[in-house]
T-cell receptor, first 115, second 114 residues
Framework: GAGVSQSPSNKVTEKGKDVELRCDPI?????LYWYRQRLGQGLEFLIY????????KSGLPSDRFSAERTGESVSTLTIQRTQQEDSAVYLC?????????????FGPGTRLTVL | DQQVKQNSPSLSVQEGRISILNCDYT??????FLWYKKYPAEGPTFLIS?????DKNEDGRFTVFLNKSAKHLSLHIVPSQPGDSAVYFC?????????????FGSGTKLNVKP
């Protein structure tokens, strides 16, 4: 079956513009995660969705970042008024349920470059 | 403040030899550890995991060792193959986590030379 897909694969934007990144999780996966990887650093947790529960937003770095998920399907990560330090690869992952022993399946990521 | 550290950004190994990738962590509450493998332009894929109740877990050519007192884990690949060339991330989760919130290292790029 299809894996996790993300779009766009690459996004170049100017400082101050808003961007929207999309994630299509594996069908039937109730848990969805967003991570960020800056150059030379590890994956940084951003936000987690589990079913219809309130999302865990504890990793969002500022109020310019927000994410939505409709039911157990597509999620969008929005960055408003982008800054150069937002440049990174944004990875989405999904798992069957959101327990630590359930494997996370990652998408290929969106490489965001803010000029 | 990185709680999981991979201090070697790269490693080069001859085909057929052993590859040893290291990972250190600072949080003594971490109780579950994983290794992920990442090829260019692809997302990370799960490789092997270990719970803190064990000190070793083996899966084919891949073995993960956990030294809780030293807060150190390592991934051994024997024998190494050119197809193993990739970036390897270690990740850890703590006992309070009732969901899959992991802390990742910065990765080690492994190059296996034919």
């Amino acid at each position: 079956g299809a894996g996790v897909s993300q779009s766009p694969s690459n996004k170049v934007t100017e400082k101050g513009k808003d961007v929207e990144l999309r994630c299509d999780p594996i069908s039937g996966h109730t848990a969805l995660y967003w991570y960020r990887q800056r150059l030379g650093q590890g994956l940084e947790f951003l936000i987690y969705f589990q079913g219809n529960s309130a999302p865990d937003k504890s990793g969002l770095p500022s109020d310019r970042f927000s994410a939505e998920r409709t039911g157990e399907s597509v999620s969008t990560l929005t960055i408003q008024r982008t800054q150069q330090e937002d440049s990174a690869v944004y990875l989405c992952a999904s798992s069957l349920v959101g327990t630590k022993y359930n494997e996370q399946f990652f998408g290929p990521g969106t490489r965001l470059t803010v000029l | 403040d990185q709680q999981v550290k991979q201090n070697s950004p790269s490693l080069s190994v001859q085909e057929g030899r052993i590859s040893i990738l290291n990972c250190d962590y600072t949080n003594s509450m971490f109780d579950y550890f994983l290794w992920y493998k990442k090829y260019p332009a692809e997302g990370p894929t799960f490789l092997i995991s270990i719970s803190s109740i064990k000190d070793k877990n083996e899966d084919g050519r891949f073995t993960v060792f956990l030294n809780k007192s030293a807060k150190h884990l390592s991934l051994h690949i024997v024998p190494s193959q050119p197809g193993d060339s990739a970036v390897y991330f270690c990740a850890a989760s703590d006992v309070s986590g009732n969901f899959n919130k992991f802390y990742f290292g910065s990765g080690t790029k492994l190059n296996v030379k034919p």
